[in-house]
């Protein structure tokens, strides 16, 4: 009874009170495990030519650099690592390095993976700036936002991503009780 009548409205609910938090449309919000697994969906489903390229920031979440491999191994696809430390780098030099890649390889970056939050140092990256840079070189983008929604605002609608993961588990809400 419960999976046949009631689930499908409460998973409508459910994604419609996501899509209202992140300003998405609610036909874009699907629900999966994880972020790791939702990113592996989007990666693994791309379909890569010779010559194509996945574009990945230095310090991108282990699982992800390993599917990036992955996928050098099982496609035509090559990589670029574009080299960014948190420690001495800056958002504005991270861009600049992006861009050039960008531009050293465009029209053959397909698609280009970084974060909202960089886990490891818990670092907020410039994901925004990276995306219109990832519009203006005509490659998809694809956001870890595995630690996003909750910590930072997401807006969707203004950041026009062509994906975006996140981990609802990640974020809690304070409540009061009186």
Do not use: W
């Not at 979440?61 to 696809?77: F, M, N, Q, R, S």
């Amino acid at each position: 009874m419960f999976v046949r009548y009631k689930y499908p409205k409460r998973l409508d609910e459910v994604r419609q009170s996501i899509a209202d938090f992140i300003h998405a449309d609610i036909d874009e919000v699907v629900l999966v495990s994880n972020a790791t697994a939702g990113l592996n969906a989007v990666l693994r489903n791309l379909r890569f030519s010779t010559g194509d390229l996945i574009l990945y920031v230095q310090g991108t979440y282990g699982a992800i650099e390993k599917t990036v491999h992955y996928l050098v191994e099982t496609t035509p696809a090559e990589s670029v690592c574009v080299h960014f430390d948190p420690t001495i780098d800056n958002d504005d030099e991270l861009l600049e390095t992006f861009q050039s890649v960008l531009e050293a390889y465009q029209g053959r970056i397909r698609v280009a993976i970084f974060d909202t939050v960089m886990s490891m140092p818990g670092l907020r990256m410039p994901f925004e700036r990276l995306t219109k840079a990832c519009e203006k070189f005509q490659a998809l983008s694809v956001i870890d936002g595995a630690h996003g929604i909750g910590l930072i605002d997401l807006d969707l609608e203004q950041l026009n991503a062509d994906f975006l993961v996140t981990n609802c588990h990640k974020y809690v809400v304070q409540s009061h009780l009186f």
